[in-house]
């Protein structure tokens, strides 16, 4: 595997603040839907800033099920190490993690990651080239691992 650089979000506690959404209810959500409206938000914000969408990865999706899965339930988000993730998906560039909690709709979560410098960063990194999202409901929120991988 050729040297890449990690790029992960790290915020203290449970990372940006998301105010709930009154219109957005846990009951009957679909987590797949939710992880598709995430990646079309993230390329609706890449656009706005000039930059190209992120292609689907089924790698970094399935992945990103497996980071989701193993958070549920606990009580901070916390990230592990992208090693994994990169000799799964062989990227030949760098590789980044965005996760959320929140009883909002997938807009806001993006909203709270465009406000956070290091989420922002992730999400608008012109090196990070694909994108697998999966959400999990845990409770009353939807839970969501975003991975990137360069090309």
């Given at each position: 595997m050729a040297a890449v650089a990690l790029v992960v979000a790290f915020q203290q506690g449970l990372?940006?603040?998301?105010?709930?959404?009154?219109?957005?209810?846990?009951?009957?959500?679909?987590p797949i839907a939710y992880a598709q409206e995430l990646?079309?938000?993230?390329?609706t914000a890449r656009a706005a800033e000039g930059l190209l969408p992120l292609e689907l990865s089924e790698c970094a999706r399935s992945a990103a099920a497996d980071r989701a899965d193993a958070l549920t339930g606990g009580r901070e988000l916390t990230h592990?190490?992208?090693?994994?993730?990169?000799?799964?998906?062989?990227?030949a560039g760098p590789a980044a993690e965005n996760l959320s909690r929140a009883a909002a709709g997938?807009?806001?979560?993006?909203?709270?990651?465009?406000?956070?410098?290091?989420?922002r960063a992730n999400l608008l990194d012109p090196t990070l080239?694909?994108?697998?999202?999966?959400c999990v409901l845990d409770q009353t929120r939807m839970l969501c691992s975003q991975l990137f991988l360069g090309p």
């Open positions: 990372g940006p603040t998301v105010a709930a959404t009154p219109s957005w209810s846990a009951a009957g959500a679909d990646v079309t938000d993230t390329n592990a190490s992208l090693v994994p993730v990169m000799e799964a998906c062989d990227p997938p807009q806001a979560v993006v909203d709270a990651w465009l406000a956070s410098p290091g989420h080239t694909r994108v697998g999202v999966a």
